[in-house]
């Protein structure tokens, strides 16, 4: 039987990667659904290289260019509130793969419709996992982590128990900036901050991993997956990347889990799981393994590292507010409105808000408190800039 799946945020970085895997197997997938925000061309491409049925645009205007077309045997669809009315079987895989916080109420209506979920979606599993947690459980919904450090802990621990966890280091490639001095910080362009040596993502992302706000995320993000306490996890350089995660056992036992810098393993296994179907056979290359290079992060040169300091150990609606104000200061550096230094600088003021510290002690209860303090912090940061 043919595996139903749908890729939502289909002509993204992560999107894209995921249409690749699917391509190569066609006779094995029926792909429901993907969607985009604006990317017509290449959605359409999409949907007629794999036989798509339904494909969904965000953007009002680019859904009506798209309806003008006229594309035979595609039902074309505008709003991600109704997955329901257009998955109407359940599937057996979806992908996670909008970015930001509009990825949020999809994926939760996802979860009921799927029989697994790989989620790339950080800043859903951020601000709302305890409402993502609750749904998988309610749904019975197998959960996959596809950040590549988190599938790497996840297939490290193999669902042992948290009690034997002592602690688990994510590595960090350290971006584009790692080796610059920070006196030259003050000119970073966007086109530079994007340039990361050893990965190729979305623009947002990109930005992220240059300031390492990506790796506080990624903290964060471990921690409420795996359900681990802030002082069991830490953060290690290694630019060379090939590392995604360790993980140190009270047994005295350390696992480490390596892998090419490509997120199409992570994403490739979480497709096929334990079935007979492999990726490749793997070359061992000696002078990388002779060569691992670990080095301490260093908080001057990335004061983002510090923001993680203050994330309180329950969940909180204060990710929220770094997620969102962060997310508005690294779209105001890309249409440079901001420069980079002003990304921390500014995150600083906003996390400082007392309107938004009062929040550390309030439990996200629901989506629609996510959303509105979503627009809240939205708001507050555009006037600060
Ligand atoms: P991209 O920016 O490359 O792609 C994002 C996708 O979401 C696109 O299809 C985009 O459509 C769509 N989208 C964006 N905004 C909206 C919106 N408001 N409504 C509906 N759809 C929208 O991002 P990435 O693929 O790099 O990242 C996706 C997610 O995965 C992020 O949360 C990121 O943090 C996470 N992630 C990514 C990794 C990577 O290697 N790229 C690694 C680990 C995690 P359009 O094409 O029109 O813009
Ligand atoms: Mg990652």
Redesign the pocket.
């Known amino acids: 039987m043919k595996k139903k799946i749908a890729i939502l945020g289909s002509t993204g970085s992560i999107g894209k990667t995921t249409v690749n895997i699917v391509k190569k197997n066609q006779k094995k997938f029926d792909v429901i659904l993907l969607t985009t925000n604006k990317n017509v061309k290449e959605i359409i491409k999409q949907a007629t290289i794999l036989k798509v049925k339904n494909i969904l645009i965000s953007s009002k205007k680019h859904y009506l260019l798209a309806k003008s077309k006229k594309i035979k045997n595609v039902k074309i669809h505008n709003n991600l509130d109704n997955l329901n009315k257009i998955i109407k079987k359940k599937l057996d895989y979806c992908i996670s793969a909008i970015t930001g916080l509009a990825g949020l109420k999809p994926t939760l209506n996802c979860i009921k419709l799927t029989k697994k979920i790989a989620i790339a979606n950080k800043e859903s599993i951020i601000c709302a996992w305890n409402l993502i947690n609750k749904e998988l459980k309610k749904n019975n919904t197998k959960f996959i982590p596809v ?3 988190h599938f790497s802990i996840w297939s490290l621990l193999n669902n042992s128990k948290k009690e034997k966890i002592h602690k688990i280091i994510i590595t960090a490639s350290g971006g584009p900036f790692l080796n610059l001095p920070k006196k030259r910080f003050k000119k970073i362009t966007p086109k530079k901050a994007i340039s990361h040596p050893r990965w190729s993502m979305g623009k947002k992302i990109s930005v992220d991993s240059a300031t390492m706000m ?1 790796k506080v995320f ?1 903290v964060i993000e471990a921690k409420k997956i795996f359900n681990l306490k802030f002082s069991q996890l830490c953060i290690i350089v290694h630019p060379k990347s090939y590392v995604h995660a360790l993980i140190l056992f009270k047994n005295g036992l350390t696992k480490i889990l390596v892998h090419d810098t490509d997120m199409s393993i992570p994403i490739f296994n979480s497709i096929y799981g334990s079935e007979s179907i492999y990726y490749k056979t793997n070359s061992l290359n000696i002078n990388t393994i002779n060569n691992l290079d670990f080095v301490k992060t260093d908080n001057k040169k990335f004061p983002a590292l510090k923001f993680l300091k203050k994330i309180p150990d329950k969940s909180s609606l204060f990710e929220t507010v770094l997620i969102s104000s962060n997310d508005v200061l690294v779209d105001s550096f890309l249409n440079k409105t901001i420069k980079y230094e002003d990304i921390n600088k500014k995150l600083k003021k906003i996390l400082n808000i007392s309107e938004f510290k009062r929040l550390k002690k309030v439990y996200p209860k629901s989506l629609k408190q996510i959303i509105d303090i979503d627009k809240k912090v939205r708001l507050k940061t555009q006037f600060y800039i």
Do not use: A, W
């Open positions: 950040d590549s450090e990506n990624e």
